[in-house]
């Protein structure tokens, strides 16, 4: 559905852009029948007045604003340079924002950006929720949601499905007789391991099966090694899943000072890979996510929901992974 513009109040109203501001914001210089009309047309055509709304009508910035976690800092580079990367061939300008769990409210950051008169606004965030989505379609302004599968008039997304990735994953080993898997808890990426947990269920499930070991780290813990330790001495699975690469390397160094050897033993993944899997003795298996590819995608589909270029904008876009084994697993 198009985005009603300024523009198109205007024209319904049959007046100037200019005299639709002043009813806007306001003006008195605005005669009564003239106003009535305006307000009339904003009325029939549902039009939302809105700082960034009128900033797009009137002058376009050229900018768009990027919003990131301070704790995704690691993980996003790539997926910036792809962003900047398509950012300049359309001649925009980023504008980086960040967000601080528990000190900064994604709403009351949207707000500034709002205030700020952006073009668009590219989200990396995979724990939105509807609400959130919602909060945000209210504003009337082009997102693109990195990380979470979600899309509707104003809103699109573009990710990698987790959840397909562990369970075609999982079902390969559970097919070979290997059933004892277990997930490790990711206390700072639950949104994921949710994600994660899902598939694994499922791929049990179609299997007659039922996914039983989620490790999950108690809270007067405060990192996954230390209760891995004591995990391990009592403990031990086929093969552990793992999402970050560090908790990757707890497994592997508490599974060595448990005696266990991997992967004669016990297997192990992790699913973002990263150049530090790589440098672990045995190396570790681990998925490649097209973190470059994501910037890049995001980007090119704001473009088109800023240019309306398509009559139909597929506003969900899936990206594949590629599976990386290494010395982790057999």
């Given at each position: 559905m198009?985005?009603?513009?300024?523009?198109?109040?205007?024209?319904?109203?049959?007046?100037?852009?200019?005299?639709?501001?002043?009813?806007?914001?306001?003006?008195?210089?605005?005669?009564e029948?003239?106003?009535?009309?305006?307000?009339?047309?904003?009325?029939?055509?549902?039009?939302k007045?809105?700082?960034?709304?009128?900033?797009?009508?009137?002058?376009?910035?050229?900018?768009?604003?990027l919003?990131?976690?301070?704790?995704?800092?690691?993980?996003?580079?790539?997926?910036?340079?792809?962003?900047?990367?398509?950012?300049?061939?359309?001649?925009?300008?980023?504008?980086?924002?960040?967000?601080?769990?528990?000190?900064?409210?994604?709403?009351?950051?949207?707000?500034?950006?709002?205030?700020?008169?952006?073009?668009?606004?590219?989200?990396?965030?995979?724990?939105?929720?509807?609400?959130?989505?919602?909060?945000?379609?209210?504003?009337?302004?082009?997102?693109?949601?990195?990380?979470?599968?979600?899309?509707?008039?104003?809103?699109?997304?573009?990710?990698?499905?987790?959840?397909?990735?562990?369970?075609?994953?999982?079902?390969?080993?559970?097919?070979?007789?290997?059933?004892?898997?277990?997930?490790?808890?990711?206390?700072?990426?639950?949104?994921?391991?949710?994600?994660?947990?899902?598939?694994?269920?499922?791929?049990?499930?179609?299997?007659?099966?039922?996914f039983?070991?989620?490790?999950?780290?108690?809270?007067?813990?405060?990192?996954?090694?230390?209760?891995?330790?004591?995990?391990?001495?009592?403990?031990?699975?086929?093969?552990?899943?793992?999402?970050?690469?560090?908790?990757?390397?707890?497994?592997?160094?508490?599974?060595?000072?448990?005696?266990?050897s991997?992967?004669d033993?016990?297997?192990?993944?992790?699913?973002?890979?990263?150049?530090?899997?790589?440098?672990?003795?045995?190396?570790?298996?681990?998925?490649?996510?097209?973190?470059?590819?994501?910037?890049?995608?995001?980007?090119?589909?704001?473009?088109?929901?800023?240019?309306?270029?398509?009559?139909?904008?597929?506003?969900?876009?899936?990206?594949?992974?590629?599976f990386?084994?290494?010395?982790?697993?057999?």
């Open positions: 198009k985005r009603i513009t300024i523009y198109d109040v205007a024209k319904e109203a049959d007046v100037s852009l200019a005299t639709v501001s002043r009813v806007i914001n306001g003006s008195e210089v605005v005669r029948d003239t106003r009535l009309k305006v307000q009339e047309a904003v009325e029939k055509l549902g039009y007045p809105n700082a960034i709304a009128q900033g797009l009508a009137l002058q376009k910035t050229t900018t768009i604003a919003i990131v976690p301070e704790a995704s800092f690691f993980y996003t580079g790539q997926i910036i340079n792809g962003l900047i990367d398509v950012a300049k061939i359309y001649k925009y300008n980023i504008v980086l924002h960040t967000t601080t769990e528990g000190i900064s409210e994604m709403s009351d950051i949207i707000e500034t950006i709002i205030k700020s008169h952006v073009d668009g606004v590219v989200i990396f965030n995979d724990k939105l929720n509807q609400e959130e989505l919602n909060l945000l379609s209210r504003y009337n302004v082009p997102i693109v949601v990195i990380g979470n599968r979600m899309s509707d008039e104003t809103v699109g997304s573009v990710y990698v499905d987790y959840a397909k990735l562990i369970y075609d994953f999982a079902s390969d080993y559970i097919k070979r007789g290997i059933c004892d898997i277990a997930l490790v808890e990711d206390r700072k990426n639950l949104a994921m391991i949710h994600q994660l947990k899902e598939g694994l269920r499922r791929a049990f499930a179609d299997h007659g099966l039922t039983e070991h989620y490790i999950s780290i108690p809270k007067e813990y405060r990192s996954s090694y230390l209760y891995l330790q004591e995990y391990m001495k009592s403990n031990r699975h086929q093969l552990i899943i793992t999402y970050r690469d560090s908790q990757a390397m707890a497994v592997l160094n508490t599974a060595k000072e448990a005696g266990i991997v992967p033993e016990m297997e192990l993944a992790c699913i973002l890979d990263s150049k530090y899997l790589a440098m672990a003795r045995p190396q570790i298996t681990g998925f490649k996510i097209p973190d470059y590819d994501l910037g890049a995608v995001a980007m090119r589909l704001l473009t088109k929901m800023l240019h309306d270029e398509d009559d139909v904008i597929e506003r969900e876009c899936e990206l594949s992974f590629i990386t084994p290494r010395k982790s697993t057999k």
